[in-house]
């Protein structure tokens, strides 16, 4: 089964930092691009950065480059993201998705949730 | 980059059909035929219902269909059923990033 598991959220603090994990199992990690979707308390979905198989392309949303920073690690089958200079606006459930269709997110995980606050 | 416009809700009785639009510009959703679309319950991770305009997933009832006519991409969903009931997001490729819709709930009556 594919599946892609986040962790490493929680209460945090404005101006902290925080990182962010997904796992994934039941496919081949290596051969997927893969994205970091956020979505804040009653909101809609805002897609936060995302990068290649070997992590020689990384982009993000305007808001959070410079602060945020995307990264994997294949050999664990594993995707990070890097979160500093934490606003209160960034508060969200963060979702991890794999791109295994053409420019489309075909597997999300659970999500993990982010809060930053005093 | 600006989201992708959805009305914020939309509704249908049982067994009818109702349509979503996603209104974006020529950089967006005109420019390219990687529209998709998700589908989230309450509480839920978001699914991926249409791929690239048109494309099913496997899995997915081919209620769901897509469209697209110059920066408006569309879904509807047939025959309406109770577990249709849920948020809708399309989203859109930009050339290097993506763009989400505004969100559509959807209620059936």
């Known amino acids: 089964e594919v599946q892609l598991v986040e962790s490493g959220g929680g209460l945090v603090q404005p101006g902290g930092s925080l990182r962010l994990s997904c796992a994934g199992s039941?496919?081949?990690?290596?051969?997927?691009?893969m994205t970091w979707v956020r979505q804040a308390p009653g909101k809609g979905l805002e897609w936060v950065a995302n990068?290649?198989?070997?992590?020689?392309?990384?982009y993000y949303v305007d808001l959070v480059k410079g602060r945020f920073t995307i990264s994997r690690d294949n050999a664990k089958n594993s995707l990070y993201l890097e979160m500093n200079s934490l606003r209160a606006e960034d508060t969200a459930i963060y979702y991890c998705?794999?791109?295994?269709?053409?420019?489309?997110?075909?597997?999300w995980g659970q999500g993990t949730m982010v809060s930053v606050s005093s | 980059q600006s989201a992708l416009t959805q009305p914020p809700s939309a509704s249908g009785s049982l067994g009818q059909s109702v349509t979503i639009s996603c209104t974006g510009t020529s950089r967006d959703v005109g420019g390219y035929n990687y529209v998709s679309w998700y589908q989230q319950h309450p509480g839920k991770a978001p699914k991926l219902i249409i791929y690239e305009v048109t494309k099913r997933p496997s899995g997915v009832p081919d209620r769901f269909s897509g469209s697209k006519s110059g920066n408006t991409a569309s879904l509807t969903v047939s025959g309406l059923q109770a577990e249709d009931e849920a948020d809708y997001y399309c989203?859109?490729?930009?050339?290097?990033?993506?763009?989400f819709g505004t969100g559509t709930k959807v209620t059936v009556l």
């Open positions: 989203s859109s490729h930009t050339g290097i990033k993506y763009v």
């Open positions: 998705g794999r791109n295994n269709l053409p420019y489309a997110f075909d597997t």
């Open positions: 990068m290649n198989q070997d992590g020689s392309e990384k």
């Open positions: 039941g496919f081949t990690f290596s051969a997927s691009w």
